[in-house]
């Protein structure tokens, strides 16, 4: 009796304390919108007689009233309606529509006293939402089932799952990708103080544990290995398959999906997170159920596989939208003042940065980064046993900026804020949570091939093979000695000298079909689709008499892979260097790319979709510098410093990921440290039965069709 009497009084008292927070929030709102009636002169809340103070403070807060109403019932609608408008549009249509309901909730006001011009609505409404959501963050901090029930409500949750769902003694284990942050640069992060909470982990007996790339350093290869555990075929971010005719692309719906399916034919399971599982931002979705912004299920119809998903639970909330649509404003101009000061300093090396490219910047650095965050968030207040996050901002950023310098270093540090906030709602979540950072890879600096040598990599293999090749190339002329270089190997790849009137070089008398070349970073794939199969370094001389000379002699170029009819394969370098793969070991022709170089290239050498020919960039251990093959002064795909060395920091009730004087190598491997780790918190992970899919064969993607430079990968 006691128990019902005294559970019935807190039942009051909180109710007490919620009708006391909105009242507080609801005077703070009044009070915002009278200040900004006096600040702003198209902004009115009197008659055109005027009123006395005290009727303007009743039409304020009649019409915040209405405003904060307008928010909670009819926002959301408006939300789930624009779903299928693109993120970018949504973000920026986010303060015309917040200013649309200030002037409903204006004209609902009795007498026509508030009105407001459409350009001052919206600077009212994005101001009202934000003094509403600071005002009741702040009241429910001091209250921890406030702040709590607020953490659902930002979140879409309305409350934790059922105990048997997600029983509190069995921890839960969270995996956040900061994507493209390598070892050496998280290192220098907590070093240098961007990543007090990364430091302060550490410092508490986190493990920071570094582990190598396969040969394709890059989200596709790397996520698929981690989240499906098994990369195998997976040559570079790109490639082109002879059988099938498609031009395969990671970071495409059909082509995340078909690599998806491959990984689940070959393991026989869904992936790291089928059993209770949400994937948040990734390629892939590891087999789990809940899913947000996941590429592969974006080429699949319904609603549950749409991968703007999560959208709807992030924005659905007014203060979200805002301070989200403000931050996309700021990123924006942040990026044009990053770029001009760049470009007056005439830094170097340097990548055009205009464009779309400050708006494809703010989503991921902003738009993704909240809407994962909060997906995540969400999932550890529902309980969910195991949750895989990417974060893109940094590998975003350092593409065009470079891994190192002022720009990183901020994106860095707004990374460990978002970290903070997830370690700070695991304490309120129904279970505890360990939180494990990892990345896919890493990034390596230096300036583009192009901006090098004065030419592409295309140029260089269409001159290799006799074809003609752009004026601009054989016009480019330059003092310094790896230019000189370059012109030496295209004029061997001509078999005549280079006129300097720019007369178009004569084409050889049989005209063979064009290569396709893909770059990946510092990786290039160049293959032969007239030939169906993998063509050996005899039939490519016989065709080609130049080309793999030209390659392999090139000061931009490593190294290049190609089969070999009398000995398998063989890798060619520079000054005549051959060595079968069969022999290779990490010395000669690859020492300089580090231990595990030799293991890397005979791995890919033996995958059915390897190109004809593979080309690895220069690598300079001195500087640490690569040269990409794509537009990216920090790049990563291939092998060569940075790039091949991210890491893993796990909490230390977790077991070591290796044992001592061991290493991790490949991302399979990092698969099955991740899961080890999860049958320590959850017990046996069984995998749940994979539905065959129900929508027919994705459409080939056809190989002439112009291939977008990947800003994500």
Not at 150 to 172: F, H, M, N, V
Not at 255 to 284: M, Y
Request: proline letters at 6%; hydrophobic letters at 40%.
């Amino acid at each position: 009796m006691g128990d019902g009497r005294w559970g019935g009084a807190d039942r009051w008292r909180a109710a007490g304390r919620a009708l006391g927070r909105v009242i507080v929030v609801w005077a703070v709102s009044t009070l915002t919108m009278l200040i900004l009636a006096g600040l702003l002169p198209a902004f009115e809340l009197q008659s055109a007689d005027g009123d006395s103070f005290t009727r303007t403070a009743l039409t304020a807060a009649a019409a915040a009233g209405a405003f904060g109403l307008l928010g909670a019932l009819v926002w959301p609608l408006i939300v789930r309606a624009l779903l299928l408008v693109p993120a970018l549009v949504l973000g920026l249509l986010v303060f015309f529509l917040n200013g649309s309901m200030l002037l409903v909730a204006l004209w609902l006001i009795p007498d026509g006293r508030g009105a407001a011009d459409p350009e001052t609505a919206v600077v009212v409404a994005a101001v009202m939402s934000a003094v509403a959501s600071a005002t009741s963050t702040g009241l429910a901090v001091r209250d921890d089932d406030a702040y709590r029930r607020r953490l659902y409500r930002l979140t879409g949750r309305t409350r934790p799952r059922a105990s048997d769902d997600a029983p509190e003694q069995i921890p839960g284990t969270v995996f956040l990708q900061l994507d493209g942050v390598g070892h050496h640069v998280l290192r220098g992060a907590v070093a240098d103080g961007l990543m007090p909470t990364v430091a302060a982990w550490i410092d508490a007996g986190h493990r920071l544990t570094p582990w190598r790339t396969d040969w394709s350093s890059q989200t596709g290869a790397s996520q698929l290995g981690i989240l499906h555990g098994s990369n195998e075929d997976v040559p570079a971010f790109r490639w082109y398959e002879k059988d099938t005719g498609r031009l395969m692309v990671s970071n495409r719906p059909a082509g995340a999906l078909e690599l998806q399916r491959r990984a689940v034919r070959r393991t026989g399971d869904g992936g790291l997170l089928t059993v209770d599982g949400a994937s948040r931002g990734n390629l892939f979705s590891g087999g789990a159920d809940q899913l947000a912004l996941v590429l592969s299920m974006a080429a699949r119809r319904g609603p549950r596989n749409r991968s703007r998903a999560g959208y709807f639970a992030y924005f659905s909330d007014p203060a979200n939208a805002v301070r989200t649509a403000g931050s996309l404003v700021t990123e924006c101009v942040r990026e044009m003042f990053q770029s001009t000061r760049a470009l007056l300093r005439r830094d170097t090396p340097r990548v055009s940065r205009g464009g779309t490219y400050p708006f494809v910047r703010a989503f991921a650095t902003v738009v993704e980064r909240d809407v994962v965050v909060s997906a995540v968030m969400g999932d550890m207040l529902a309980g969910r046993t195991a949750v895989y996050a990417d974060l893109v901002a940094y590998d975003e950023v350092a593409h065009h900026s470079g891994p190192h310098g002022r720009d990183t270093d901020q994106v860095l540090r707004r990374l460990d804020r978002s970290i903070a906030l997830i370690a700070t709602v695991a304490e309120h979540a129904p279970r505890p949570y360990r939180i494990v950072l990892l990345s896919d890879h890493g990034q390596s600096p230096g300036e583009t091939f192009e901006g090098a040598y004065g030419l592409t990599l295309k140029d260089l293999v269409r001159a290799g093979c006799g074809l003609p090749v752009p004026r601009r190339v054989r016009r480019t002329r330059s003092g310094s000695e790896a230019r000189d270089a370059a012109g030496d190997a295209l004029r061997l790849a001509l078999h005549r000298p280079v006129d300097e009137t720019g007369e178009r070089a004569r084409e050889l008398p049989a005209r063979p079909s064009e290569p396709v070349v893909l770059a990946s970073g510092n990786l290039a794939l160049i293959s032969f689709p007239d030939v169906p199969h993998r063509m050996t370094r005899e039939e490519i001389d016989r065709r080609h008499p130049a080309l793999l000379r030209t390659l392999a002699h090139h000061p931009g170029v490593g190294f290049v892979l190609v089969a070999s009819a009398e000995h398998g394969s063989v890798v060619l370098a520079r000054d005549g260097v051959e060595v079968p793969v069969a022999e290779l070991d990490d010395g000669g022709p690859l020492a300089v790319f580090g231990r595990g170089a030799a293991r890397a290239v005979r791995r890919t050498d033996g995958f059915p979709h390897v190109a004809d020919i593979m080309v690895n960039s220069m690598y300079d251990p001195a500087t640490g510098t690569v040269h990409a093959f794509e537009e990216q002064i920090g790049s990563h795909g291939g092998l060569g410093g940075e790039q091949s060395h991210p890491f893993l920091l796990s909490p230390p009730d977790l077991s070591p990921p290796v044992g001592a004087g061991e290493e991790i190598v490949g991302a399979e491997q990092v698969h099955r440290v991740l899961r080890r780790w999860l049958r320590e918190c959850s017990g046996p992970q069984v995998p749940l039965e994979i539905a065959p899919p129900t929508d027919g064969p994705e459409s080939l993607l056809p190989v002439d069709e112009p291939v977008a430079q990947d800003k994500n990968h």
